[in-house]
């Protein structure tokens, strides 16, 4: 599980909801085609097959999309979500079942997190490194996780990145990020990225602001957003 925070009761529009066994099995497959895919990812951007197979394979691929049927309308909450706070199994930062995802695993740390993940050929900006967008994002998802750890969980309204060093690819890293103040529904948060290996050299660190919305807005925004139980009458936000 990558959440850091305790699990809340899960909040969403459907109305039919698992178990917990039930969730867990769910989770468990999500995470184990998620690792499948992203295997089928990064095989995509390394092979050096010839057209013929390539174009076996995306015939292959097209016949085992069609086997994933159903569709989750935009803005519904998975049902093995929990959010906010919680597990965001398709988030392409953390999300174990997303083929986009690295995925970085977050642990809570005092007053802040860590993150550690690798990044591979699909995450390439310059040949050998990480692409500057990915580690904006695996900033933005840690410092927002921060905030989250801090009880304020809120979007970034600002992001300065600095770019120190390339980040290489295939080598574990480092992503920390901590609350650096509040003033009111505003978040300070800073963070950095280093490899595991050489953890005194900043590679990439980033500044941010986040902005807790006030319920009324977070309602308005996240319209699966409702009190635990289904009901339509309150929401989860602001208690
Ligand atoms: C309790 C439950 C809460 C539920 C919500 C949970 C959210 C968590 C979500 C997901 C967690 C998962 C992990 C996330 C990690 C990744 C984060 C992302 O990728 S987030 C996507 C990218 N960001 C956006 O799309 C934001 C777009 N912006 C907005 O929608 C609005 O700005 C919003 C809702 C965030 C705030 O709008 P306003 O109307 O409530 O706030 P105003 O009044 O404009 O500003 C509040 C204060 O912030 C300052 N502010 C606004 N923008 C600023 C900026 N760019 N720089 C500095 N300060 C800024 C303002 O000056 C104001 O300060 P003064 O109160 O006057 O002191």
New binding site residues.
């Given amino acids: 599980m990558n959440s850091p925070l305790p699990h809340h009761s899960a909040t969403r529009t459907t109305a039919e909801q698992p178990d917990e066994e039930g969730v867990h099995r769910q989770r468990t497959a999500i995470a184990a085609l998620g690792h499948e895919v992203r295997a089928l990812v990064d095989a995509t951007v390394r092979t050096t097959a010839a057209p013929d197979a390539l174009l076996r394979v995306a015939e292959g691929v097209r016949g085992l999309a069609a086997q994933l049927t159903g569709r989750r309308a935009r803005a519904e909450i998975p049902v093995v979500d929990e ?3 919680g597990a ?1 199994m398709y ?1 392409p ?1 953390t999300g174990t079942g997303s083929p986009l995802a690295p995925p970085l695993k977050v642990t809570r740390l005092d007053g802040g997190v860590a993150g550690t993940c690798a990044l591979g050929l699909a995450h390439e900006g310059p040949p050998g490194y990480g692409h500057g967008g990915i580690s904006a994002m695996l900033l ?2 840690s ?3 921060a ?2 750890t801090a009880g ?7 992001l300065q990145m600095r770019y120190q060093r390339p980040v290489p690819l295939e080598a574990r890293l480092r992503v920390l990020a901590h609350v650096t103040g509040t ?4 978040v300070y948060v800073a963070g950095s990225i280093t490899t595991e290996e050489d953890p005194s050299t900043v590679l990439a660190a980033a500044e941010g ?7 009324e ?2 309602r308005a ?2 319209p699966g ?1 409702r009190a635990p139980g289904g009901s339509d009458g309150g929401t ?3 208690r």
């Fill in positions: 959010f906010p706070g965001r988030s930062v933005d998802e410092m927002g996780w905030c989250a304020m969980p809120g979007m970034t309204v600002s003033e009111g529904r505003k602001v986040f902005v807790s919305p006030d319920p807005h977070a925004l996240f957003l989860a936000v602001g």
